[in-house]
């Protein structure tokens, strides 16, 4: 259940309530340390119980993370 709720930290829409590294390994290395209440996902799922199928939230979906890459060059 830890590691779930900490996997729900890494996850949430604003970047800035996102836990470090550092915290991660924090979270997981002291069982003792309270994790805090996760934030909104920034990317969610949900499945019609009428219809079985899945659908993205109806929000549009932003990664802060995502590499800009300009050019590709091999290497």
Sequence with gaps: MRCMQ?????????PENRPTML????????????ATTPRRPAFSVKADKNTG???????????FNDPQISQLEPR
């Design 6 to 14: 900490i996997a729900l930290l890494c996850v949430q829409e604003n």
């Design 23 to 34: 915290e991660v390994f924090s979270m997981l290395k002291n069982a003792s340390m309270e």
């Design 53 to 63: 199928s899945t659908s993205a939230s109806q929000q549009e979906i932003y990664s």
